[in-house]
């Protein structure tokens, strides 16, 4: 059970710093934005998991196993002495276990609950101050100068345009950014994204939850961009985002399209991105298939490594 400990504690402490930072810096993601995704997930599940199993297996180490530790355990936590094998350091290990799961678990709960309001304050205000946008289902329009383009996820979605927004765009345009919000619902970014606020939220003070966080809204960004690339073309879209940049994506609301905080370097890597020449764009995408396999088999491997060894920790497998 040591050796448990040991390995998931390595691992932690490599998910916590060197990967996410190596992996923020790479190139590659922009090609395989899905894979990259993939692995930032794999990375914060397995780091967590890993960090609260190291702590659980040095606590359980005296027993075998967690519910072996425990059933030691709670005869004397009031009454002692602790049993043989068991001193303060190992019911620390434990105590923290607990403690980390919950505090995450809390947190995810908590932000969670607080998207939920804020979603259908969102929709009731879109219901009271917009219009519906003609021969476009679920979008809705704002009488305001100022451009902007959001939307707002839920059981009833909405994609948010306002006269600002419209006035300042060609009609092809305006349905490159109505894909890229839609590509924002249809694959549930805002699910993955409220993961990520929900680890920064709990652990502020750790540079790591920050870097991922915006790791993941770009990442989030470029996918819609590639869904919209599919409906309309890049063309259009390039141009969209040349004439309104920022402008065209709304902050105030953390489940839009911008996410949290868009900025010009985010900004500039999808122009970047959508500037590529097709046939250079179709080699890279060749040359990028074997490491989009690597990093959705690292994604697998990176999982299952504390998975397994909960497993052991909970004595359900010998």
């Keep these: 059970m040591l050796a448990v400990s040991a390995v998931l504690g390595a691992l ?105 309001r804020e979603r259908r304050r969102q929709h009731q205000l879109i219901d009271l101050l917009s219009d519906p946008l003609p021969g476009e289902p679920r979008t809705r329009v704002l009488a305001h100068p100022v451009p902007l383009a959001y939307c707002v996820p839920g059981i009833r979605t909405a994609t948010v345009l306002t006269d600002g927004l419209i006035e300042a765009l060609e009609h092809d345009e305006l349905a490159a950014v109505i894909a890229h919000e839609r590509t924002h619902l249809d694959q549930l970014h805002h699910l993955v994204r409220l993961a990520f606020r929900a680890w920064h939220s709990a652990i502020p003070w750790f540079p790591i939850a920050n870097r991922a966080e915006r790791a993941v809204i770009t990442l989030t960004e470029m996918l819609a961009d590639d869904g919209a690339r599919r409906a309309v073309g890049t063309d259009a879209l390039r141009r969209a985002l040349e004439r ?75």
């Design 12 to 116: 932690a402490v490599a998910l916590a710093w060197p990967v996410p930072v190596a992996l923020s810096r790479a190139a590659w993601p922009t090609r395989a934005p899905a894979a990259a995704l993939a692995l930032w997930q794999a990375i914060a599940l397995a780091g967590g998991l890993s960090m609260i199993g190291c702590l659980l297996a040095f606590g359980s180490a005296p027993a075998g196993s967690l519910p072996a530790a425990v059933a030691a355990l709670a005869p004397h936590l009031f009454t002692g002495p602790l049993p043989a094998g068991f001193g303060v350091a190992q019911v620390a290990a434990l105590t923290l276990a607990a403690a980390v799961a919950l505090l995450l678990m809390l947190n995810l709960a908590l932000t969670a609950v607080r998207a939920e």
């Design 244 to 318: 309104v940049g920022d402008a065209g994506e709304s902050g105030a609301y953390p489940e839009s399209s911008s996410g949290a905080n868009p900025d010009a370097a985010m900004l500039d890597a999808r122009l970047r991105r959508l500037g590529v020449d097709p046939s250079v764009a179709e080699r890279r995408e060749r040359d990028i298939r074997s490491v989009r396999a690597a990093a959705l088999a690292a994604s697998v491997a990176l999982v299952m490594v504390p998975v397994v060894a909960l497993i052991a920790i909970l004595g359900i497998v010998p």
